[in-house]
């Protein structure tokens, strides 16, 4: 199977199986991948998503290209594009977090996945490279403006122009990632632990943050508060917003999405 997927404790889990070829994603792997992102998206039981890829030696190497030099036609390049630009397009969107477990190399199209995730762990040997123009393209799965977006429009550049690699330090000192695993801790059970602590809290407060973040990157401060009052307003009735109050009175822990 290309791509792997189970669910444990109402954690959806992603992997691409592909270790022989880095886990790049050749046609089918891309199109089972599109597919299973519109299905978390429809599983109102799910309280976090995390990608992955199996093996140590890469997290996803992006497009196949060994598949794709017998595909030169426009067709299949815009093909290629819209599916994993719409897919990634939908992880973002997803109303639940969503979190990179980065278990190796993170190349061209596999960087992009990882600025599709709203968090991103890697483990201590990855390396990450936005290396499209060596390929002489620039990237086609949506990954410059959400890098831009991370890092900031002039490193963004920078990145992209030279296609060098960086390490998990430089990595995170930039924010490209947030956490880097101990050598000892499996970077997947490391996602797993984090996606755990997610899964405590409301999953409408978890939604309304991330639709919070993401209006805020194009919109005035103005159009911003007025969603913000909109969504404050929307979970101030709701069950976990009252039973927060009433465990703080109670002095107890709460508990959410019951």
């Known amino acids: 199977m290309n791509i792997e997927y189970n669910v444990q404790n109402k954690i959806a ?56 030099i017998n595909h030169p036609e426009a067709a299949a390049g815009e093909r290629l594009s819209r599916l994993m630009q719409g897919a990634l397009q939908r992880v973002t969107a997803l109303p639940i977090p969503t979190i990179a477990a980065i278990n190796g190399d993170a190349l061209g199209g596999g960087c992009e ?43 963004a550049m920078e990145l992209l122009l030279t296609t060098r690699f960086l390490g998990v330090e430089e990595a995170q000192a930039i924010g490209l990632i947030h956490r880097i695993s101990s050598v000892e801790t499996d970077v997947l059970e490391a996602a797993m632990e984090w996606a755990d602590e997610l899964s405590f809290w409301s999953r409408g407060a978890l939604t309304a943050v991330k639709s919070l973040v993401q209006t805020a990157v194009n919109h005035s401060a103005a159009e911003i508060n007025a969603v913000e009052t909109e969504l404050f307003t929307k979970l101030w009735p709701q069950r976990d917003h009252l039973e927060a109050v009433a465990a703080f009175v109670e002095k107890r822990p709460p508990l959410f999405n019951q």
């Open 13 to 68: 889990i992603l992997r691409v199986n592909r270790p022989e070829v880095r886990n790049a994603l050749d046609w089918a792997a891309q199109e089972r991948f599109a597919e299973l992102i519109t299905a978390v998206a429809t599983d109102s039981t799910l309280r976090a998503l995390i990608i992955s890829g199996t093996g140590g030696k890469a997290f996803i190497a992006g497009a196949d290209l060994k598949q794709q």
């Open 113 to 155: 996945i990882v600025t599709a995730c709203d968090l991103r762990i890697a483990a201590p040997h990855a390396r990450f490279g936005f290396v499209q123009v060596r390929n002489g393209l620039p990237t086609g799965w949506g990954g410059t403006y959400r890098l831009m977006q991370i890092v900031g429009q002039s490193r």
